[in-house]
Structure formats: C-alpha cells, structure tokens
C-alpha cells in the first residue's frame, strides 16, 4: 500500500499493543492516516475496533508502540495530553451531552474553557454549526427534548466546535433507531465530502462505500485488509473478509 506523498501522516500508529489482562485486544498495528483522508474500520464484534479509536486520544492507554498526530507523539497524560486531545474531535455511541445545560451550552463549553474562545466568539460559531448539522432551531432546549438523531448531530457540532484536526467516530449510529441513522450519515458524509480528517468505526456499509477513502478491516485485533472501498467490497483479498462480507451483505 502506498503513502500518498502528502508529507507526515496526519495520524500514525505503529507497532501499537494493548492487552486487556490475557485478550490481547490490538496486535501490533500499524495505521497510517493522511490529511483529508476518511478512514472506516469495519470488523466483527470484539476485533478491536473502538479499541483502536480510543487509543488515537488515548482514551485507551497502549502497552507499547507509538502514536503520533501531527507529528507529535500522544504524551501519557497531563497538560500536554490534554492540549493534544482538543485536536481530537471524538463522537460515541452514546451522545455524553450535559443533559442540564442547553444545546447551545453543550456546544460552547470547551470552545470557552479549553480554547479560551469568549462567550460571543463561541455562541456565534456554535450556531453556525447547530444550523450545519441542521439542528440550529433546537439551541435553546436541552439535550431530553431533543430525539436521538438530533442529540448525536449535537455531538458531532460540539467536537467540531473546538476545531479540531482529526474526528473520530465510535459506532456514532449504533445506539439510534433506524430511521435516525441517514440524518446523522448525511452530516458525517458532507463533513468527509468538506475534506474533515475521520476515523470511523461503523457498522453501515453504505455509508463506508459512500464515504470512504479506505476500508480497514480488522480480526481478532490485528488489521487484516486495509483497500479504497471499491475494491474490498467487490474483492476483498483475505478469506476472513470475504466471510465477514457474505454474512452481513446478503442479508
């Protein structure tokens, strides 16, 4: 697989081991993701998927390798840590919004305390992206008035609010009903579209066709096949994957 020659990687990993005691949940991977690009992984329940977007902002601490965004390796923890974190937009399962505060608070909160925005700076950009995720309406609710859909679009402004250089999506849509689950694809589609640096883990091959500039497949916490999309749904090289695919694309 060949590096694009767009300079340093936006994100790297390299030789990353995590173990949870005996399960050795991530087996020496090596990932490599430029600017612009939008990465989906895809895999079976426990391949260590979400595992490995929680080590790209250290959610999930590593037991060797390394990790670097922007060239700069991910400190253990600390004020460095912290700073670096802000450059990494995450979006999870579940929404995490304040449920006490406003829309509009949810969103401004690390703008104003972690960027030192001032409360108008971040109000102003806080509705512009309420309106981009098309949810900018709902600013003065709180987060139980609104429905699930509109609660993870919530997130997703929110992370975007701190401008950050990567986003990470942790199976953003799993926990919503399926007729919510195309209002939040369609944001995270027009963010890939707009040049957003992404990792997705997701379950939604549509989106993963639509949307990405590269599949990576994972089993038993190793990177099985990594292919631009095209390629791994119609050929996909290893026998694990070609399984993997005939049970969820024929259903």
Known sequence: ??????????????????????????????????????????GPSGSGKSTLCRTINRLEGIESGEITIDGQRLPEEGKELARLR???????????????????????????????????????????????VGVGHQADKVPAQLSGGQQQRVAIARALAMDPKVMLFDEPTSALD????????????????????MVVVTHEMGFARRAANRVVFMDAGRIVESAVPETFFTAPSSDRAKDFLSKILNH
């Open 86 to 132: 802000a450059d990494v937009g995450m979006v999870f399962q579940s929404f995490n919004l304040f449920a006490h505060k406003t829309i509009l608070e949810n969103v401004t909160l690390g703008p104003i305390k972690v960027r030192k925005q001032s409360k108008a700076d971040a109000e102003k950009r806080a509705r512009e992206l309420l309106d981009r």
């Open 1 to 42: 697989m060949t590096e694009r020659p767009t300079g340093e990687p936006l994100v790297r990993l390299s030789g990353v081991n995590k173990w949870y005691g005996e399960l050795h949940v991530l087996q020496d991977i090596d990932l490599s993701i430029d600017r612009g690009e939008v990465v989906v992984v895809i």
């Open 178 to 197: 399926p007729e919510m689950i195309n209002e939040v694809l369609d944001v995270m589609t027009s963010l890939a579209r707009d040049g957003m640096t």
